[in-house]
């Protein structure tokens, strides 16, 4: 009887501090929920008020390999925290160091966004107060195993009611405008804006910009136009880690991995002179960090010549059988592809379940060849309209080689690849076994149509391609959208870009769920595909 009465004591203050909620922003402190889960799921087993006893506003949570408090495990939990602060105008930034994964919102906009298991480190993020008032603040913090820590603090750095915006996105560029985020992603809003004279930066384990931007895990974007005679050019980036290159806003290079600062790559593009809008994003994961673009004039572009596009033809599938028009056609340089667990291009495929064909052409001299492939999944490869490898099956990744003879010249390759489920990886390698190969590994530029007079400048792109229906299974459930408008990401990210809406009463099919069950896959009324945040 008396333990019945003590679990009830307990199961009644803890009601106490849930009805507190409301009013926690009255009490000076912070609003605290704690779950014996990762991800913050189900009933909370403990509603508090926590306060620092030296009225820190601050938090503070150092537990190390102890239980936050008995009714919470010591590992696999996690806590928010709410409170209000009054803050005076200014550009302020906040520092949120912790063991494992960590989210910060300030006025509802997410500002820290670090969900991932990781030994104790600190993580930057920005906000701009525009005016004197209250300013809503929300931590969301799981730790996994052993050290457990949270913090958060924060400091005015500059501005006042009338710098903020002047100082921060007003800035005089003349060169190339580069906007710096403390992601990996080049999503929400820069930490920084500046002027930088070129993109050549080799920061070695430093911060680009040390009162701004972390020394790791951050991105870039960098924007120019580029004014220039007609020819062909030829651009280079060197980078660790990964890089994209727009021209004329569209994706002419696509290495968004892991890499090092020793790895450069290259393309080539038809100009038919004067204004080239150039775009540059970059992201540095872990250790080293730099960053570098050149570009040089290689030839002439003559009216009416075809403009260079790519080495390999790629048609993308959102399914693994090559069935039905491609969602996507563009062109690669090479077919050097690890994936992991994403998707190829998440605008228009799921991460698992696609398919893709490529096609290209060598010019190779007479000799004995060795072609290999290494993929996960299944894959097919024709050299000179023979099919030498087919592995057409489920498997982790394997690599297979096969030796063939050829007669000189040119030699059409058409590789084809599918993707099952979780890890995805595709490459092509080949080597001559009784000679050199020439320099440029006998790869011959694939060509499209040159742009029309009005078009000038453009990389003459294909047409724009009608998308297929997504192939959904019968049994796909669905959801009919409830609220006004929700906003559709590109990943399930509050960070990531936003590339579209859908409205109250929209039918959306449901092909897929992040592993914190917060974000859903979903194939639009658009016919397009995107994650919705679970509310």
Do not use: C
């Not at 930088?196 to 972390?214: E, K, L, R, Y």
């Not at 120019?224 to 880690?241: E, H, Q």
């Not at 290259?266 to 992201?283: C, L, N, R, S």
């Not at 696609?354 to 299944?378: C, E, M, N």
Request: aromatic share 12%; proline share 5%.
């Amino acid at each position: 009887m008396k333990k019945r009465l003590i679990i009830t004591l307990l199961l009644f203050l803890s009601a106490l501090s849930w009805v507190g909620l409301a009013n926690a922003q009255t009490t000076g402190g912070w609003q605290a929920s704690y779950w014996n889960n990762t991800d913050l799921s189900g009933t909370p087993v403990l509603y508090q008020l926590e306060t620092d006893q030296f009225g820190n506003p601050e938090l503070n949570r150092l537990w190390g390999t102890q239980h936050p408090w008995p009714q919470v495990d010591k590992d696999f939990f996690s806590a928010r925290w709410e409170r209000t602060i009054f803050m005076e105008p200014g550009r302020y930034r906040f520092s949120a160091t912790a063991d494992d994964g960590i989210r910060v919102w300030v006025n509802n906009q997410l500002i820290v966004d670090e969900w991932l298991n990781q030994v104790v480190a600190t993580h930057l993020g920005y906000y701009d107060v525009t005016q004197a008032g209250d300013v809503d603040i929300r931590i969301e913090y799981y730790e996994y195993q052993h050290e457990a820590i949270a913090r958060l603090t924060w400091d005015r750095i500059f501005g006042s009611d009338t710098a903020v915006s002047n100082q921060l996105y007003q800035a005089t560029i003349t060169g190339w405008r580069g906007e710096y985020f403390n992601n990996r992603i080049v999503a929400g809003v820069p930490a920084l804006v500046r002027d930088d004279a070129a993109i050549d930066f080799d920061w070695g384990v430093n911060s680009p910009a040390i009162q701004s931007i972390n020394a790791e895990a951050f991105s870039v974007r960098w924007t120019r136009t580029l004014n220039l005679p007609a020819g062909v050019y030829r651009f280079t980036t060197t980078t660790d880690d990964g890089v994209r290159l727009y021209i004329n806003n569209v994706l002419v290079l696509d290495k968004w991995r892991n890499q090092t600062v020793f790895t450069s790559h290259t393309i080539d593009v038809a100009h038919g002179g004067g204004a080239m809008q150039v775009k540059v994003e970059y992201f540095d994961d872990v250790g080293l960090a730099a960053a570098k673009l050149t570009w040089e004039k290689i030839g002439e572009a003559t009216a009416g010549a075809a403009a260079p596009r790519g080495f390999w033809r790629g048609e993308y599938y959102d399914n693994s059988v090559l069935a039905s028009q491609p969602a996507l056609v563009r062109y690669d340089n090479e077919i050097n592809f690890d994936w992991g667990i994403d998707s190829p291009v998440p605008q228009y495929l799921i991460r698992d379940a696609f398919s893709i064909r490529w096609t290209g052409t060598l010019d190779l001299p007479a000799g004995q060849y060795l072609f290999t492939t290494s993929t996960d999944d299944g894959v097919r490869l024709w050299v000179n309209n023979q099919l030498i490898i087919n592995k057409w099956r489920n498997q982790a990744e394997l690599a297979f080689s096969f030796q063939v003879t050829l007669p000189g010249g040119p030699v059409p390759v058409k590789m084809e690849y599918y993707n099952a489920e979780h890890k995805a990886a595709a490459h092509l390698t080949w080597d001559r076994l009784d000679g050199p190969l020439p320099e440029n590994r006998g790869m011959v530029l694939q060509t499209a149509p040159s742009a029309s007079p009005s078009q000038a400048g453009s990389l003459g792109n294909t047409p724009p391609i009608t998308l297929p229906a997504i192939n959904i299974p019968p049994d796909t459930p669905t959801t009919t959208i409830s609220i006004e408008t929700l906003n559709v990401r590109a990943e399930p990210s509050m960070l990531s870009e936003k590339i579209g809406t859908v409205k109250r009463g929209d039918v959306v099919a449901i092909l897929g769920r992040n592993e914190f069950n917060n974000w859903l896959q979903a194939a639009l009324p658009d016919n397009s595909l995107g994650w919705l945040h679970v509310l």
